[in-house]
């Protein structure tokens, strides 16, 4: 016998789809959760129908059967719950009469086994459910107007048609003779029922639990991921891969704390099952059935196998745990992120988190926010403390907080009953002890309290939180203050202000803004709102800036690199900004500092999407110990006194002079004694000594250290500059982070040399190179760049000539130019 049978109701037909008046209502045969229905086919006369206008007495229906359940699909055609009136009021009486005579009276009640259906949200029945229950959405599809609501990974039911109400037969053993309907007077309808022939409720009563998917087709386990799970009488959320690494190799990573790279095949995987027991779930490749199971099965044996699918049930039991994360030395809580994990690699994220940011898509300006993902971890940022379901037993357990933390990755036991969890992050250097404040330059899309929140959760002390314009997309603005959000414990600082870019001439990170600066984007389409012009330029911004004691930086410099080297040669920028690890960014900052100019590096994220950390890349900046760590204090990057850390804490001291100084010689040079050190949280494989580009000491360690040094000494004879750079293998070659961008670890400082006067370089190369650009930023104002026809638009700098004003500042730096090579004794 089938688990569920419909009744044939077609001989008592009597209305149709004409009684909802304009809705819609599915007819024929159908499943609704999961369950037969036999609905009539022909539309004027599928259902039947009671009231005044139907049929008003009772109506019998034969059964003669042994069943466990009985379900109704049914619909209120008036209520009175909608005037004011009583909730729970008699509409029809459902009489079940054994074979042995006996009845079992149910009363029919509106708002609890039956409802009316106005199509407003809400409608809820206290005794029955909708027709159709919860899926999924589409997973890699859908109208733009929905991307909000895909967030949710939810395809929510909506009171539509009809409700479903089923009666338990206290007596299995006894078979039924018939079901008698009476009416009470009000409209109502009934469109099926189903008899159930197994021992379950017909709706999912339970839980979802954890289900681990193994493919053991190998040649369809190593493709892309594209596994789908579907679960006839219940819910299946999305599947998600799982590690391709066992528990033992997450555990002995040294990136812990800090990710892992993610499983892009397509097993192992899991997903999360509510369902009845005599469900079918079905494991998918995109169209392709792998595999079925019945959930019975899989609950009862724990594994279930297939020729091509394994299912393993695992759930061995949960609870509910609020767990504290604390300063080791202190016992206090402290901001960190955490992750959560079973054995398996199934996450469970604290309440109120994501297991899988944004399902694992892309987050562009999208679910920003609270979480990250780094590769196939997704951590929450927490305050110090959570709560939320983890599982018995075995559970691993990810906590970082920045760089100067000790991570924390580790297996615990989480006993039955437990309800409390302790953990302790232990911090190895304190810089800010020292005098050190790091900062992120470059960040987009977080709130405020969201920036507070995660700087807070890497130990950072300052976020720029940048306004700035996609096309036709403005962001952050209504951030913008034109003050500092300064944390209650005064630790923590961030401050709106703003990114102004060019698609060719470059970008500026503006720090510290009072008022706004407009525009936000010129130019082509790249960048800017269609159809835009060319306004001002990067020089010009600046000098607003400066005008009223901010500062800016060289956005990610060197790209795009059309207008730094004018800003450059005019002394414009207050530093240059790197986010990656590429030896292009390196060759291009040398450059500058062989030419002579003095240029703090400062490190920022440029943090658009949920696979960045806040901080990642980060700005160390020194502040003496008779300054107060502010906002202004921190932006004085042109001292120098700074570090850009991808990870490792670094130094460097040139005859006891430290980052930023200017160690003076007699002229014609002499020995300095070189001392440089990096530590770190990640394996640092090279420690090198760079002078003038040129790298002139290095320690090393095949395998990567914790921490490096080098102590050297060099013969100088003439103005120079020193830097001390960590990272990977030969440092070129970069070690990933599981960032979005797979930027490199790395570190990197300078220090500046001066032989008899005041520090001066020059390389007429780059001077040639630096006037190449120049010019071909005219070129590009000059005969491409979009701008209003002469005389149509009042501009806003007043001026008549507008094409003179964007001309100005590559003239005065071209001309800076010409002093020097004149100054050199080369003419141009």
Not at 38 to 54: K, M, N, Q, S, T
Not at 712 to 729: C, F, I, K, Q
Request: aromatic fraction near 10%; include cysteine.
């Amino acid at each position: 016998m089938d688990e569920y049978s419909p009744l044939d109701l077609s001989p008592y037909h009597n209305a149709g789809v004409p009684l909802l008046g304009d809705a819609a209502a599915p007819i024929g045969a159908r499943q609704f959760r999961g369950l037969p229905f036999l609905i009539g086919e022909d539309p004027e006369r599928c259902f039947v129908a009671f009231g005044e206008e139907w049929r008003k007495g009772p109506l019998t229906l034969g059964i003669g059967r042994e069943v466990r359940s009985v379900i109704v699909a049914h619909r209120l055609l008036e209520s009175r719950i909608l005037d004011g009136g009583p909730m729970g009021e008699p509409i029809a009486e459902y009489v079940f009469r054994y074979s042995d005579g006996e009845a079992v009276r149910v009363p029919i009640r509106d708002g609890f086994e039956i409802r009316f259906v106005s199509g407003a949200w809400g409608e809820n029945a206290f005794s029955a459910v909708y027709s159709q229950g919860a899926g999924l959405p589409p997973r890699h599809q859908g109208a733009f107007e929905d991307v909000g609501a895909r967030q949710t990974e939810v395809d929510a039911p909506w009171p539509a048609d009809y409700y479903l109400w089923a009666w338990l037969n206290p007596r299995p053993e006894q078979p039924i003779d018939a079901l008698t309907i009476t009416p009470s007077g009000s409209t109502f309808f009934v469109a099926g029922i189903t008899l159930g022939h197994v021992n379950e409720h017909p709706f999912v009563r339970t839980g979802a639990r954890p289900v681990a998917i193994t493919l053991t087709d190998s040649e369809v386990a190593a493709r892309p991921f594209d596994v789908a799970v579907e679960v006839d009488r219940g819910t299946a959320s999305f599947a998600y891969p799982l590690p391709e690494r066992p528990a033992d190799a997450f555990l002995d990573d040294p990136f812990a704390g800090w990710g892992e790279a993610p499983n892009e095949a397509s097993s192992p995987a899991y997903t999360r099952i509510a369902a009845t027991a005599s469900a079918t779930v079905t494991v998918k490749h995109g169209d392709e059935i792998l595999g079925q199971a019945r959930w019975l099965d899989i609950e009862e044996r724990q594994v279930a196998e297939t020729p091509r699918v394994r299912f393993a049930l695992a759930d061995p039991g949960r609870n509910w745990v609020r767990t504290t994360v604390v300063d080791d030395e202190t016992g206090k809580p402290i901001p960190c992120r955490i992750h959560f994990r079973s054995p398996e690699g199934i996450p469970y994220q604290p309440h109120g988190h994501h297991g899988h940011v944004f399902g694992n898509m892309g987050t562009w300006h999208l679910d920003i926010g609270g979480d990250v993902r780094l590769g196939q971890v997704s951590y929450a940022y927490i305050d110090g403390m959570c709560e939320g379901w983890l599982p018995r037993g075995e559970v691993i357990v990810d906590v970082a907080r920045g760089f100067e933390y000790e991570p924390l990755r580790r297996r615990l036991t989480i006993e039955p009953g437990q309800q409390d969890l302790v953990l302790r992050l232990k911090r190895w250097v304190d810089l800010r002890a020292r005098g050190w404040y790091s900062g992120d330059t470059h960040v987009h899309f977080l709130s405020t309290q969201g920036s507070h929140l995660e700087a807070q959760g890497e130990d950072l002390n300052v976020v720029n939180l940048l306004l700035s314009q996609w096309g036709g997309l403005f962001t952050n603005t209504e951030e913008f203050t034109g003050i500092p959000s300064v944390s209650s414990d005064g630790r923590t600082v961030v401050y709106a202000s703003q990114e102004n870019r060019q698609h060719l001439l470059g970008h500026l990170s503006l720090l510290g803004l009072e008022t706004r600066r407009y525009a936000l984007v010129l130019g082509r389409t790249d960048e800017a709102e269609l159809g835009g012009t060319l306004e001002t330029t990067l020089s010009h911004w600046a000098d607003a800036c400066h005008a009223r004691r901010n500062r800016y930086l060289a956005a990610h410099a060197p790209s795009p690199n059309g207008e730094p080297a004018a800003l450059v040669a005019t002394g414009r920028v207050d530093g240059v900004e790197m986010l990656t690890h590429g030896m292009y960014n390196h060759l291009e900052y040398y450059r500058y500092l062989n030419c002579g100019y003095r240029l703090p590096l400062v490190g920022g994220t440029d943090k658009m999407s949920a696979d960045v950390p806040v901080g990642l890349y980060r700005t160390y900046v020194h502040i003496p110990a008779d300054e107060e760590f502010t906002y202004d204090s921190w932006c004085r990057l042109a001292a120098g006194r700074t570090f850009l850390s991808g990870g490792p804490i670094i130094s460097l001291t040139v005859d006891g002079h430290a980052i930023g100084d200017t160690v003076r010689l007699p002229k014609g040079g002499g020995t300095l004694e070189v001392e440089a050190w990096a530590e770190s949280i990640f394996p640092i494989h090279t420690l090198e000594i760079v002078q003038n580009g040129r790298v002139v000491a290095v320690a090393q360690d095949q395998y990567g250290a914790r921490q490096l040094r080098i102590k050297e000494s060099l013969n100088v004879g003439d103005h120079t500059w020193l830097a001390a750079r960590a990272g990977g293998p030969g440092y070129t070659r970069a070690i990933p982070h599981h960032d979005g961008w797979s930027r490199g670890v790395m570190a990197h400082l300078p220090v500046y040399v001066a032989c008899g006067d005041d520090w001066r370089m020059f390389d007429p190369q780059t001077a040639q190179y630096m006037l190449t650009l120049i010019d071909s930023s005219l070129t590009y104002i000059r005969e491409l760049s979009p701008q209003h026809r002469p005389g149509t638009v009042a501009h806003h700098h007043g001026e008549e000539d507008h094409l003179a004003y964007l001309e100005r500042p590559f003239l005065q730096a071209r001309e800076a130019l010409h002093r020097r090579l004149h100054a050199a004794g080369i003419d141009h």
